[in-house]
């Protein structure tokens, strides 16, 4: 089956919030075609009202009304203003060449080179030269002409303000609309994310450090974050604005508009070739980065041995070949993103210019054309605006790209193959464990464990022992299901597990480790779990079931006492106390103990040996031994070899036999004692 593009799973988990986010681009077009008002506002109060006077005048009976304007003691309408019912006594023309304005007793036409010489206005039409006599205007009989203007210009830009402060709110609801929903998208991404990391066979994370997992749920999710709620919120803000400036220009000159539209097809390459270089720089950069995380994990954790075999200085060179190679690929990331940005928009910008000077400059040597100052203004206006979205879009293709690559990262760790979380209860079994003919390898065809067959009947305990890599603990993993066996069956009251999800299998067992993990909280969060069905007063009694409470009625806070990650303030030994009365807490139909006193003292394991007598009744023990001491009253002792069972019988039997388990017996006994004397 093939797997769909990133770019297309990251807009179907935008399409989850589509309501939000198209009512967010809703006001955002609102906002803009209300701000893109302006130069059309600009133009008209110009070209009609600024400069409105120069044009074609009417002479009129009388000053009826605000558009009326007396001169030399007569009284004048613009032609553009003249009603059906007025009549016009004579037409009359007002002209003006550089600063000042003339007054002709006739009409004249608007286009043309003018020049004046000793009240002789001559202008170069097309056809042929014309003269007319002119009276000029003086400054304080041209502001009577003006008069009428003031309360349109007031209007205008009163309405331009309203539109603004308008487009303001729309603004302000389209940003946080599109940034919640923004947020809304990663919060889920990561709590899908997260939720099938749960559902990952465990052999996956024996693989991988666990660094680099978190740069997958965090870093990498924070690229997205960045994604939905900056880059796509400005880009789709920047085409919405370029749609409406183009709709501007092309209602002010259609020929030039269709030259701007050059610019999308530019805009469209460069990304592409962004895209190209981009691409494998971030998947470098985001992979070093998880690198990196991964190696400051493990130093962390190990800090102790690299300071105890004064590993810091190879430990920081390692550190520094990683970091070495995230700035190089950055640096070539960051020199791509600078020859992307301000040099390539100034460029475009330039170009862009040069062709608007070219274009009206040679339009305007024409004798018959005739361009308003209103519609140059207009035109520089959104040319101007223009390019701030497009400058927008580039600046934000870093950001882009490494979000691209980021989400395949994480939709990648998302494609691993998992299993679906299956909690439905399962009435609590008895206990009674039966291995057919089990074969199992971690790796393919190198098996562990080959043709193991046992019973252990509920309520009974059962040992196991071995030397290192004997199988004991894939044992373990195949019964709690952290694996699946590749041959036999494994059952439990005549169940096969497979008919189980792991969750249900797990359900009635509890495990106690060597290595015992603390989670960060307090002594009895650690007991509880934070499940609603282990109570406070039940974690205690646990507690003191198994002797911890005579180190925790020391402290402080005795039970709240707080626990950091990983538990490194308490003593080992204290560690797999708390451990022990968690595993005892869920009242375990089956009960694992995978070499969970080996690394105890002498004290505590007799404390542990006494709390095992009662946890031992109504329940099956598996135990992995070390100590061969500490299994002697188990019911059924089973000897591995290599992945396979070479002895099986009480310690009495076993002892009797003289095989393997005497001689480890024999080696241990006599250890004891050598280190005794």
């Known amino acids: 089956m093939k797997r769909r593009s990133t770019e297309r799973r990251l807009l179907d988990y935008a399409w989850q919030f589509k309501r939000g986010i198209l009512f967010g681009i809703v006001c955002l077009v609102i906002a803009t075609a209300l701000e893109l008002a302006g130069p059309l506002i600009a133009k008209t109060v110009i070209d009609d009202h600024i400069l409105g006077i120069e044009g074609t005048w009417h002479e009129v009976n009388t000053n009826d009304d605000k558009n009326t304007v007396e001169y030399n003691n007569h009284f004048y309408k613009r032609e553009d203003r003249l009603l059906d019912t007025e009549e016009s006594l004579s037409v009359h023309s007002i002209l003006?060449?550089?600063?000042?304005?003339?007054?002709?007793p006739e009409e004249a036409p608007l286009t043309g080179k003018r020049t004046v010489e000793d009240g002789v206005i001559t202008i170069d039409s097309p056809e042929r030269e014309l003269t007319y006599n002119a009276d000029k205007i003086s400054l304080s009989d041209i502001y009577q002409f003006f008069k009428p203007e003031q309360q349109p210009i007031l209007m205008l830009l009163g309405l331009y303000m309203?539109?603004?402060?308008?487009?303001?709110?729309?603004q302000f609801y389209q940003t946080f609309i599109l940034q919640k929903a923004s947020n809304q998208i990663v919060k889920k991404m990561r709590n899908d994310i997260f939720a099938h990391t749960q559902r990952i066979p465990i052999n996956y994370y024996v693989d991988q450090p666990a660094g680099k997992i978190v740069a997958r749920v965090t870093n990498d999710t924070e690229a997205i974050r960045d994604l939905y709620e900056r880059v796509l919120s400005i880009i789709v803000t920047s085409v919405i604005y370029m749609a409406g400036i183009f709709v501007v220009l092309f209602i002010l000159d259609a020929k030039l508009a269709a030259w701007c539209l050059l610019l999308i097809p530019l805009i469209i390459v460069w990304m592409r070739f962004y895209k190209y270089f981009g691409t494998k720089y971030n998947k470098v950069i985001r992979s070093t980065i998880s690198e990196i995380n991964g190696n400051i994990n493990e130093a962390i954790q190990g800090?102790?041995?690299i300071q105890a075999f004064r590993r810091e200085k190879k430990t920081k060179e390692e550190f520094n070949e990683l970091n070495e190679k995230h700035f190089t690929f950055q640096r070539k990331l960051v020199k791509l993103s600078?020859?992307?940005?301000?040099?390539?928009?100034?460029?475009?910008?330039?170009?862009?210019?040069?062709?608007?000077i070219w274009y009206f400059g040679s339009f305007s040597l024409e004798p018959s054309s005739i361009i308003s100052i209103g519609m140059l203004y207009a035109f520089v206006d959104c040319l101007t605006r223009l390019f701030e979205p497009v400058n927008d879009i580039i600046n934000q293709l870093p950001l882009l790209e490494q979000a691209r690559v980021a989400g395949g990262?994480?939709?990648?760790?998302?494609?691993?193959?998992?299993?679906?979380?299956?909690?439905?209860?399962?009435?609590?079994?008895r206990g009674s464990i039966k291995f057919d003919n089990v074969s199992f390898a971690y790796n393919k065809d190198e098996y562990v464990l080959k043709n193991i067959s046992l019973e252990v009947a509920a309520g009974k305990t059962a040992a196991f022992v071995g030397h290192t890599g004997s199988g004991k603990s894939s044992i373990m993993n195949l019964l709690f299901r952290f694996y699946d066996h590749q041959k036999g069956t494994i059952t439990i009251d005549g169940m096969d597990t497979k008919e189980w999800s792991r969750q249900q299998v797990r359900s009635h067992m509890g495990i106690v480790l060597q290595d015992p993990f603390l989670f960060s909280g307090t002594i009895v969060s650690n007991v509880t779990m934070n499940d609603p069905a282990i109570t406070r007063e039940r974690a205690i009694e646990a507690l003191k079931t198994v002797g911890a409470d005579r180190f925790i009625e020391k402290l402080p806070k005795k039970y709240d006492e707080k626990v950091t990650e990983g538990g490194t303030t308490y003593s080992l030994g204290e560690r797999q106390l708390i451990s022990f009365a968690r595993a005892l807490a869920f009242d375990p139909a089956i009960l694992i103990l995978d070499e969970a006193t080996a690394n105890i003292d002498t004290e505590t394991e007799t404390i542990i040996q006494q709390a095992l007598e009662v946890l031992k009744k109504g329940r099956t023990t598996l135990v992995i031994a070390h100590r061969l001491s500490t299994i002697q009253q188990a019911d059924t002792i089973f000897v591995l070899d290599r992945g396979k069972i070479i002895e099986q019988g009480n310690h009495d039997r076993l002892i009797g036999e003289k095989g393997t388990y005497y001689q480890m017996y024999q080696m241990q006994q006599g250890a004891t004692q050598q280190h005794a004397v």
């Open 96 to 104: 003006q060449i550089g600063t000042d304005y003339y007054f002709l």
């Open 162 to 170: 309203v539109l603004l402060l308008i487009a303001g709110v729309f």
């Open 303 to 305: 800090m102790p041995i």
């Open 338 to 356: 600078a020859l992307t940005s301000y040099n390539l928009v100034g460029v475009f910008r330039n170009l862009a210019f040069v062709a608007f």
């Open 409 to 429: 990262r994480v939709f990648e760790l998302m494609d691993l193959d998992g299993e679906d979380v299956e909690n439905k209860p399962v009435n609590r079994y």
